[in-house]
């Protein structure tokens, strides 16, 4: 145990060299590395801190701004389903309004559609009808009717009006037209009633007329046939409360 | 046998001599200042650091935060002086697990070089944190007549340091000579490994003592 004063000099030398390389090279370095981590973990803290707060800052605003589009979004539907709303009403009016217009055109034209088949049925009716009473007296018509016509139309006559007798008594030429021959005993007593006050009475026949007779003189004509009670039936058939009942 | 590594000459010229201690020196220096080179050559801010680093910045973090904790002061002052006091002892008593190398440490030179280092560094930090008047005052306390026993006591701390430092070492490497002599089986592996905790206990206590030292030099205002 004995100390060697150059050693220990020497060592003395060593470690203040030993201090000098470890500073510069060990603790200045890390040190230094240490502070520039510390630091920079402050800055990324803050760093991340401000991000925090800007990110709060942003959702808030991102939140106040959702809830301002709810607000608006909920306005403009409001406002859309009024408007659609007061659309369909108006839509659903002019529907209205066109199918009450359509249906009553509709209704007009059945109504004119009816009327014509009406007239055309009625008219076709009347046609048939007057064809076939036509055709029933035609056939039904002999002696003892065509006697009756004669009589009735004498009758007639012996009752028209006083103007109308007097022209019938002026007219110098009488024409007697019948439907069906008229025998020797009716002609006598046709110009007995008509002989004071014609010339010459002159006899025809004309099939057209149904079941009657006509005469003319001076001009006018008066006659009595089943043809003109078939005109009225025709003109009743044809009047719009028969076109009712018939529809 | 020879346990002191001041009497192995390696070369000599008049009182000029290189022997073991100074080589084994120069050696675990130049393993802290090339290992420390090249480590902090490459050093990373950001994360992630390489381990090696990180080992030295655990190392600095400890010695700083040992010093700070002792002296209740800024360590940045202390820490080259505490941490190269620690990790030269730490590295010198760590080798001593290769074979053929004596740890200076082992030599009262080497540690007689360091408490004296420790010696003149007390009142320097001292009288620099403090100023010399007021450094000078503590020696007069409680009373002035403690005035001589506070001088011997500052050369007794700094002989104690020496010694207690060398005589762990020394008996260490002289325990496990004397049993490889005897057992050279197991036994003397596990005094070795009994030394590696010596030698890092004893790196540390040095090392706090020194700043336990400074730190009541240090703290002269407080005192008063």
């Not at chain 1, 009327?115 to 002999?142: P, Y």
Request: glycine share 6%.
């Amino acid at each position: 145990m004995e100390i060697d004063w150059f050693t220990t000099g020497a060592q003395i030398v060593n470690f203040l060299i030993l201090i000098g390389l470890l500073k510069k090279f060990l603790y200045r370095p890390i040190i230094n590395a240490m502070a520039a981590r510390e630091r920079n973990l402050v800055e990324q803290r803050q760093a991340v801190m401000d991000q925090r707060a800007q990110a709060e800052s942003l959702k808030q605003q991102y939140e106040a701004s959702l809830q301002g589009l709810h607000r608006e979004r909920e306005k403009v539907l409001s406002e859309a389903r009024a408007r659609a709303e007061a659309e369909k009403t108006e839509r659903l009016q002019h529907l209205d309004d066109e199918i009450r217009q359509k249906k009553n055109r509709f209704s007009e034209q059945m109504r004119q559609e009816q009327q014509e088949l009406g007239t055309a049925v009625g008219r076709a009716i009347a046609d048939k009808a007057l064809r076939l009473g036509g055709k029933i007296l035609a056939g039904l018509a002999d002696q003892t009717l065509e006697q009756r016509i004669v009589e009735q139309f004498l009758r007639q006559l012996s009752n028209l009006p006083g103007p109308e007798r007097a022209a019938l008594g002026q007219s110098r030429t009488v024409t007697v037209i019948t439907s069906f021959p008229v025998d020797e005993t009716l002609r006598q007593r046709i110009k007995d009633r008509l002989n004071n006050a014609a010339d010459a009475i002159q006899f025809e026949q004309d099939a057209r007329l149904i079941c009657g007779i006509a005469l003319e003189a001076g001009g006018r004509s008066w006659e009595w046939n089943i043809e003109r009670y078939l005109a009225e039936l025709d003109a009743d058939l044809l009047t719009p409360a028969d076109h009712e009942q018939l529809t | 046998m020879i346990n002191n590594p001041d009497q192995i000459i390696l070369w000599q010229y008049g009182f000029v001599k290189i022997n073991a201690t100074l080589a084994f020196t120069w050696l675990v220096m130049a393993l802290l200042t090339v290992g420390s080179f090249l480590i902090t050559r490459r050093l990373s801010i950001d994360a992630p650091i390489s381990r090696f680093q990180n080992l030295l910045e655990v190392i600095v973090f400890f010695v700083n935060k040992q010093i700070h904790e002792i002296g209740q002061q800024n360590p940045a002052r202390y820490l080259p002086l505490i941490g190269t006091l620690f990790l030269f002892i730490f590295l010198s008593n760590l080798l001593a697990v290769v074979p053929g190398y004596l740890p200076p440490t082992g030599s009262l030179s080497t540690t007689t070089a360091l408490a004296i280092c420790v010696f003149v560094a007390v009142p320097a930090y001292g009288i620099s944190q403090v100023g010399l008047w007021r450094y000078l005052k503590q020696y007069a306390r409680p009373s002035v007549f403690m005035l001589p026993f506070n001088i011997i006591g500052e050369f007794s701390r700094t002989l104690a340091l020496a010694v207690r430092l060398y005589g762990n070492i020394m008996s260490g490497t002289v325990v496990a000579g004397i049993l490889i002599s005897l057992t050279p089986f197991f036994f003397p592996v596990v005094m070795q490994v009994l030394g590696l905790l010596t030698g890092s206990i004893q790196a540390y206590i040095f090392s706090i003592l020194a700043m336990v030292y400074i730190a009541s030099a240090t703290s002269g205002d407080q005192a008063d």
